[in-house]
């Protein structure tokens, strides 16, 4: 039998209430049909997220300024085996609860439309071209390719949804036509035709009035119509209950189940769906029409391998968690996810310089991990990798907290880093915010606006550090590490050199270490434009993409989309449209992603390739 036809037998043997119970992400067991209880939520943003050790790599969208989809792919591929190590270990309980299933809620395609928007580092970007490659190789690394799926990946959140996350709840987006098709909804097509994710989240906001999990328009005439989306679809959490508590378009939980029911929503992460039986019972929504959401679900379990005793992931083991080579894999793609923005000459450093590592975020084990993480066992703080890098004396001075200081007198910190730069060769400034101050509602407990940011603006008390670090005299290499544009206006002005490193995963500090002292030359691109100052973007409710990411600013970007130096010299030469020459004349090996742009009217990323340049090395790219 297939898998659609034993499901079918299964799930006609279930009562109307059993058929309501499995629609909850917390599915609770039919032992009387031989069915385990699932519980359906886990997460694996950059690796298997809260649910104990695991390899932790860069944030999705540092990840994404690699420019390398292959990589990611592998990286994909990495967390696929580690998750399903850890739902081999915890099905021994005789069930899985929260975190220990094989239903992932990753990738976030969404587009990073404004910098202020605090979950747009979970995402790869402002191009939908780039997010749709990035998304559909992470994507197939998840799921995998045979007769049953490693694990099922959730494209999220559809649709038209990046912030403010203080409104997300109410929010009606109404973006035009062409906005919705050529910004919103294209990573989410590239994504289904490409790589098939097994399902899609629906967004907290409305769309044009519709709830976005409740949707016949996002959901029935686009997703499953002009999309041919053939998998299953869960809110939100709490996204059901949003409809009547928030929206105010139905007035009971009943009528919101019904509503998401009948559009298309198979699963519910919330408690909206403990009324669902009521709903039936009231005539609100048919049990055909429940029950056909249930072999959605039934047969993605059945696709995972969870009633049979022939699924070849059963025999992986957790020697995979955090083995040498997910921990290779993941110091590549650190390095590659660090983007150099300028180089006086002074990169790399000599290895036996005395340097001063000054900063908040020097020693900070929080901006390795951003948010939707999981926790390493080992781990590179950047302080660690500089010293480990470093043949001659390593200083360290804090010199300020973060947004303030607490504890001690700011004028001793001060006073601290000062000496510290007098002393060296070279400042390494380590520098930024981090998921505190920029995530999702409720968990960037120290942001200003519920998860996002008022302005790109460093804070002033690292701006006040900066300055008086730069009058020593001594030679700064400023490093940024942030999950969204900064504006480094005065860094561009006034530094020798500037790193921009994201949040970089656990081994975040060796590839630092390995960059600064030219053991690995940087490869990142900018995934997102890096403006000057928040007075140069449009209103952030605004959701018109006019004025907003490389395609359509207005003004002069500090460093645009795309933007990322390495060490040495490579040219790039186009023969013609589709074909560049590209030759690396320096002295080390380098990787380079190779960007080809066309305008339409309008410039847009059209293709992108990495290669591994040796010295002296001609490529010729065909695009």
């Known amino acids: ?76 591929e990495a967390i696929a085996d580690e998750a399903r190590a850890k739902y081999n270990e ?82 009606d987006a109404d973006p ?17 035709e490409h790589a098939h994710p097994a399902a899609v989240m629906g967004a907290y906001n409305r769309f044009r009035g519709e709830a976005c999990c409740a949707s016949r328009v996002l959901l029935q005439d686009i997703l499953r119509g002009e999309f041919g989306f053939d ?37 519910n992460c919330g408690s909206a769906y403990e009324w669902l039986k009521e709903a039936v019972d009231q005539g609100l929504v048919s049990e055909q029409t429940v029950t056909q ?31 040498a080579k997910h921990t290779a894999l993941n110091l590549r793609m650190a390095e590659e996810s660090m983007v150099l923005l300028k180089n006086d000459g002074i990169l790399p450093l000599r290895e036996d310089m005395r340097v001063a590592v000054i900063g908040p975020n020097a020693d900070s084990r929080d ?25 001659g004396e390593v200083l360290y001075a804090e010199g300020c907290g973060l947004v303030r200081t607490d504890g001690q007198s700011a004028e001793a910190l001060l006073r601290e880093a000062v000496l510290r730069a007098r002393r060296a060769d070279v400042v390494v400034m380590v520098c930024g915010i981090n998921a505190r101050f920029e995530g999702e509602e409720g968990d960037a407990c120290d942001s200003f606006a519920g998860g996002d940011r008022v302005d790109i603006e460093l804070p002033p008390v690292q701006k006040a550090l900066y300055e008086a670090v730069l009058e020593t005299g001594t030679p700064i290499v400023f490093v940024n590490v942030s999950g969204s544009c900064i504006s480094l206006c ?68 500090l460093y645009p989309f795309g933007y990322g130096l390495t060490y040495g010299e490579v040219t790039e030469t186009w023969e013609d449209e589709n074909t560049a020459v590209v030759t690396n004349r320096g002295t080390m090996p380098v990787r380079y992603a190779v960007l080809q742009f066309e305008t339409v009217p309008h410039k847009k990323l059209r293709g992108f390739r990495k290669l591994l340049l040796q010295s002296g090395e001609t490529v010729r790219v065909e695009f």
């Open 1 to 76: 039998m297939t898998f659609r036809e034993r499901v079918r037998e299964l799930v006609s043997r279930m009562t109307l209430e059993e058929k309501c119970s499995q629609m909850q992400y917390r599915s609770p067991a039919i032992e009387r049909l031989g069915i385990p209880a699932y519980t359906w939520w886990n997460e694996a943003l950059h690796g298997v997220a809260r649910a104990g050790c695991a390899t932790v790599f860069p944030q999705a969208i540092g990840m994404a300024a690699s420019f390398d989809d292959t990589l990611l792919g592998e990286v994909a």
């Open 176 to 192: 035009s036509d062409k906005d919705l098709y050529e910004t919103y909804l294209e990573a989410f097509r590239y994504c289904i």
């Open 293 to 323: 959401c249930v072999e959605r679900l039934f047969e993605a379990r059945f696709r995972l391998g969870m009633f049979d005793d022939d699924c070849p992931y059963d025999a992986i083991g957790t020697e995979v968690i955090e083995c």
């Open 490 to 557: 005065r860094q561009q002005e006034t530094a020798n050199a500037i790193l921009q490193c994201f949040y970089p995963g656990a081994m975040g500090g060796k590839a630092l270490g390995n960059i600064l002292f030219g053991k690995t030359a940087p490869s990142g691109r900018l995934p997102v434009t890096f403006y000057r100052s928040a007075d140069d973007l449009p209103d952030f409710e605004d959701y018109s993409m006019e004025n907003r990411t490389y395609k359509f600013f207005k003004g002069e970007p």
């Open 231 to 267: 998998g299953y679809v869960v809110s939100d959490c709490g996204a059901i209950w949003d409809i009547h508590e928030h929206h105010h378009i139905t007035k009971t939980p009943a009528e919101s189940a019904a509503l998401a029911v009948n559009c298309g929503c198979d699963l």
């Open 367 to 391: 901006v390795l991990l951003a948010n939707y993480n999981g926790t390493p066992s080992v781990y590179y703080t950047l302080l660690r990798g500089i010293q480990e890098s470093c043949k």
């Open 90 to 171: 915890y099905k021994t309980f005789g069930d899985t609860d929260w975190y220990q299933g094989l239903t992932y809620w990753s990738p976030n395609i969404n587009i990073f439309r404004d910098p202020r928007w605090g979950r747009g580092q979970e995402t790869y970007g402002e191009d939908p071209y780039l997010t749709g490659r990035m998304g559909a190789a992470f994507v197939k690394g998840l799921q995998g390719d045979g007769k049953y799926r490693k694990l099922d990946a959730t494209v999220k959140h559809y649709a038209v949804h990046s912030g403010p996350e203080r409104l997300r709840h109410e929010f």
